[in-house]
């Protein structure tokens, strides 16, 4: 199984402040079509997952541009460029370049 | 608009099966490249994937789990079955069922039902 590693664990940030969550997986999630199989996931309290980002870096619909995603190969990142209340959350990456489908632990951002 | 929903047993027995289904709207398990997936979360823990069902009615489980794993679906209900067999305390979970599109993977999910496994 690939194992994805999210660091750091939790993070209190200051609404306007930028804030970054690095993810990295054991094997490469780089496919021989050229798309690298990176998503991230903000699960707000008490509710159910929801993608922000695909592939790496696109975002999903609806997603804030203050939302960013970067990275290749093994190591990948999500940027806040300015964090606000509603960012507050679990953010979990996941690859799914092999089966199983893989999740990092999460990384809790909260407010300061 | 894409919305799934959750449903099944809120309490069950060690040793019992756990059957849950996925109601979903706004899109149709007949299109290509289109796919229904279940995955868990036990309480104050970290997501978990059970189970992958496409369109073509290929299916892909959790090898830790895959024996006690069974996904299928009803196309013409608009839905997706999961069961859990020999349930056991540590499969207490909220299980959450959502959508695989082309190009998009668990873009859409449903709310989650809490399953708790207690004699």
């Known amino acids: 199984d690939i194992v994805m590693t999210q660091t750091p664990l939790s993070l209190s940030v200051t609404p306007g402040q930028p804030a970054s969550i690095s993810c990295k997986s054991s094997?490469?999630?780089?496919?021989?079509?050229?798309?690298?199989?990176l998503y991230w996931y903000l699960q707000k309290p008490g509710q159910p997952p929801q993608l922000l980002i695909s592939?790496?870096?696109n975002r999903f619909s609806g997603v804030p541009d203050r939302f960013s995603g970067s990275g290749s190969g093994t190591d990948f990142t999500l940027r806040i460029s300015r964090v606000e209340a509603e960012d507050v959350g679990v953010y979990y990456c996941?690859?799914?370049?092999?089966?199983?489908?893989?999740f990092g632990g999460g990384t809790k951002v909260e407010i300061k | 608009q894409i919305t799934l929903k959750e449903s099944g047993p809120t309490l069950v027995k060690p040793t019992q099966t756990l059957t849950l289904t996925c109601t979903f709207s706004?899109?149709?398990?007949?299109?290509?490249?289109?796919?229904v997936g279940w995955i868990r979360q036990p309480p104050g823990k970290a997501l978990e994937w059970l189970a992958l069902l496409f369109w073509d009615d290929d299916k892909r489980y959790s090898p830790s789990l895959k024996s006690r794993l069974t996904i299928t679906k009803d196309t013409s209900k608009n839905q997706v079955v999961l069961t859990v067999t020999n349930m056991d305390p540590v499969d207490t979970a909220t299980y959450y069922c959502?959508?695989?599109?082309?190009?998009?993977?668990?873009?859409?999910w449903g709310q989650g039902t809490l399953v708790t496994v207690s004699s």
């Open positions: 996941m690859q799914s370049i092999l089966l199983p489908l893989t």
């Open positions: 094997q490469s999630l780089l496919h021989s079509d050229g798309k690298t199989y």
């Open positions: 592939e790496v870096s």
């Open positions: 706004g899109f149709s398990l007949s299109t290509s490249g289109v796919g």
């Open positions: 959502a959508h695989k599109g082309y190009g998009e993977l668990f873009a859409y």
